[in-house]
């Protein structure tokens, strides 16, 4: 999986407001519907989909940038830091 905020064509530093945006323009030109001849609408789609639920959420976010969970939104196991609680 792509680094969310490269997905979604944001820096690191984004605010909410402007990672929203990018998602919602992202999700507006790659939606299926609006791309019925090209295949790779839906996973694009899809990838701007997946990147909003990383960076698009508070918490997440801050869990990503932290490197506790990985761009699919799992948890990343290194030493023992983050292996309790959750």
């Known amino acids: 999986m792509r680094d969310p905020y490269e997905v979604l064509g944001v820096?690191?530093?984004?605010s909410a407001k402007d990672i929203k945006s990018a998602y919602r323009?992202?999700?507006k030109k790659h939606h299926p519907?609006?791309?019925?001849?090209?295949p790779?609408?839906?996973d694009r789609f899809?990838?701007?989909n997946q990147a909003y639920e990383i960076v698009g959420d508070e918490k997440n976010r801050a869990?990503?940038?932290?490197?506790?969970?990985?761009a699919d939104g799992k948890p990343r196991f290194q030493?023992?830091?983050?292996?309790?609680g959750g």
């Open 33 to 38: 519907d609006q791309n019925p001849n090209d």
């Open 63 to 70: 869990a990503f940038d932290r490197g506790e969970i990985d």
């Open 40 to 42: 790779k609408a839906k």
């Open 46 to 48: 899809a990838a701007a």
């Open 11 to 14: 820096a690191k530093n984004a």
């Open 25 to 27: 323009k992202l999700a």
């Open 79 to 84: 030493g023992f830091e983050g292996a309790a």
